[in-house]
């Protein structure tokens, strides 16, 4: 019970502080958005404010289909999401844990990593289409691109940041690399591979809508288009609302779970 405590207490700060940046970053951009629509003089037929987006949404005699139509189509933007976040993730990770290995690999690696970042996804989209399709495979690979570089990079200075000491007693007993890197590196990371998830979880959503746009045609990123090319401009707003809200209560998500976890493995850390 004592080595519980101190994770649901972390759980406990962690979870109010996350309300708090909710409630903080809604009372903020409320505010400036119906601020920047009056002082660029956007007019009414463009710049939608909160009040036409709620009515949209909430109070309108078809605000129910329109919701329901919201929901199916954030449910399959976040399922693309999920899909690029995990493979992107996963790449990350294992090429993070090669760099560290081999000097030949991130000889190899990073400057490709660094050309996958600096060329434009919109430009990629027809080679990885021509190459994969237009299914999920191109949801992974678009969404999965946004999320490789940063992920990468952060892993990869997290599996750096042990100690040689530690290092040394692995290594003295016997142990080979792959040993010092799962035993200390990866433990060690762990601040900087949540960091990487807390980073990724918006560039995920982010690959997923400019995947959906692009290839696949389907969720909030292709209605979000086609909705602007019919003049729709009240659901325009709404789904980037929409979105813009997921993206914060993810990333809040993630913030609370690497509080806990860091909580909890920072009891075992202190008393070793």
Do not use: C
């Not at 919109?122 to 289409?129: D, E, G, K, N, V």
Request: proline share 4%.
């Amino acid at each position: 019970m004592s080595a519980l405590s101190p994770t649901l207490a972390a759980a406990g700060r962690a979870l109010l502080r996350a309300l708090l940046t909710l409630v903080f970053v809604v009372g903020t951009v409320l505010p400036l958005w119906v601020a920047g629509l009056w002082i660029f003089e956007v007019s009414d037929y463009v710049g939608k404010g909160p009040a036409d987006v709620w009515a949209h949404l909430v109070t309108d005699e078809d605000a129910g289909q329109t919701r329901s139509e919201a929901w199916s189509l954030l449910v399959k933007t976040l399922q693309d999401a999920a899909l690029g976040f995990v493979a992107g993730m996963l790449a990350a990770t294992a090429l993070a844990g090669a760099i560290v290995l081999s000097r030949a690999v991130e000889s190899a690696v990073l400057p490709m990593a660094m050309i996958l970042r600096s060329v434009p996804l919109i430009a990629l989209a027809p080679l990885i289409i021509l190459l994969v399709g237009r299914g999920y495979a191109a949801v992974a690979v678009m969404s999965g691109i946004v999320v490789l570089f940063p992920a990468l990079v952060s892993i990869v200075f997290g599996l750096r940041s042990h100690s040689a000491q530690m290092r040394d007693v692995v290594q003295v007993f016997g142990g080979s690399s792959w040993a010092v890197l799962r035993r200390v590196a990866f433990p060690s990371a762990l601040p900087a591979l949540f960091a990487s998830v807390r980073i990724s979880v918006p560039g995920a959503i982010t690959g997923a809508l400019l995947a959906e746009w692009l290839a696949t045609g389907e969720g909030i990123g292709y209605a979000i288009v086609s909705a602007a090319a019919r003049s729709q401009i009240n659901q325009v707003w709404s789904l980037v609302v929409v979105i813009t809200l997921a993206s914060l209560v993810l990333y809040l998500l993630a913030q609370l779970v690497e509080s806990v976890v860091l909580a909890r493995f920072g009891q075992e850390a202190g008393r070793a």
